[in-house]
């Protein structure tokens, strides 16, 4: 693991906390922490491990934040964090034997749509609506779907629970963003302890990230709950676009 100084691992943190903030509003707080991992020098592996680690005290603290405003609750999401495990923990241990290539080049067309979409639906999430699925067949399809993705590739998790839970589950903007954070915590904590057994994360790193990141989140989760579901719909536009050009970048 390289050695890094006192004043790169205060930086990386200042980028946790920007990070945490937006992962907690609309997520795609890797779009800042990953490549930071890596200029600081990281290999690849070791900087989506140490990513991993920092972010769940993000997903953590914006989780906090929304059970205590009453936005979700664990308890009657217990089958959905369940499912959400088990689909992350299949994920993660597929991709040591399949390519993630095609979902790369698929993805920000994909993210793509939903950014158009939330433009164009202008009333989108702004208002509960009726569900189209119920809570056992959302948790049947969507969520170990969405699981298994962020185990095996991950960008755009967040938002992709958030969108199912306002399409498909009837809650508005803020209430699904509230449900996704719950879920993404499941998700990161699993990867999380993945990578613990593969030896791969760069602890002081990540510890020093986890504040920033858990101050950051904080600041996010109050912020859309103050702004209101219009603002979580804009920043989950300019997420999908920024994570797009990223993917597309990479590509």
Same mark, same amino acid.
């Given at each position: ?10 930086? $990386? =943190? ?10 907690? @509003? ?20 070791? =900087? ?7 972010? %769940? ?37 597929? @991709? ?48 170990? =779907?969405?699981? &298994? ?10 938002? &992709?629970?958030?969108?199912?839970? %306002? ?29 613990? $057994? ?8 990540? $510890? ?25 719909? $804009?920043?989950?536009?300019?997420? %999908?676009? =920024? ?9």
């Amino acid at each position: 693991m390289p050695e890094l100084s006192v004043d790169v691992l205060l930086l $990386l =943190a200042l980028v946790a906390g920007a990070a945490g903030f937006i992962d907690a @509003i609309a997520g795609g707080g890797g779009l800042l922490t990953i490549p930071a991992l890596l200029v600081a020098g990281l290999n690849p592996v070791q =900087a989506i491990a140490t990513n991993k680690l920092q972010a %769940c005290f993000g997903s953590f603290t914006a989780t906090r934040f929304f059970v205590r405003e009453g936005l979700v609750d664990p308890m009657l999401q217990r089958w959905s964090v369940a499912i959400t495990a088990l689909g992350a923990a299949a994920g993660a241990l597929a @991709i040591q034997w399949f390519d993630s290539a095609l979902l790369v080049a698929v993805m920000p067309y994909a993210l793509i749509m939903i950014a158009l979409y939330l433009l164009l639906a202008r009333k989108a999430g702004e208002q509960e609506t009726n569900a189209r699925l119920s809570a056992g067949q959302f948790n049947a399809s969507v969520v170990p =779907a969405v699981g &298994f993705y962020d185990g095996f590739f991950g960008p755009g998790t967040g938002t &992709f629970f958030t969108l199912g839970y %306002c399409q498909l589950r009837g809650m508005n903007m803020l209430q699904a963003t509230a449900h996704a954070k719950l879920l993404n915590f499941t998700t990161n904590v699993v990867s999380l302890l993945i990578f613990i $057994l593969s030896g791969q994360i760069a602890w002081v790193v990540g $510890l020093s990230m986890a504040l920033g990141q858990a101050l950051g989140a904080r600041l996010g989760a109050a912020t859309a709950v103050r702004r209101g579901v219009v603002f979580v719909r $804009l920043m989950t536009v300019a997420v %999908c676009i =920024a994570m797009s050009i990223s993917l597309m970048v990479k590509n």
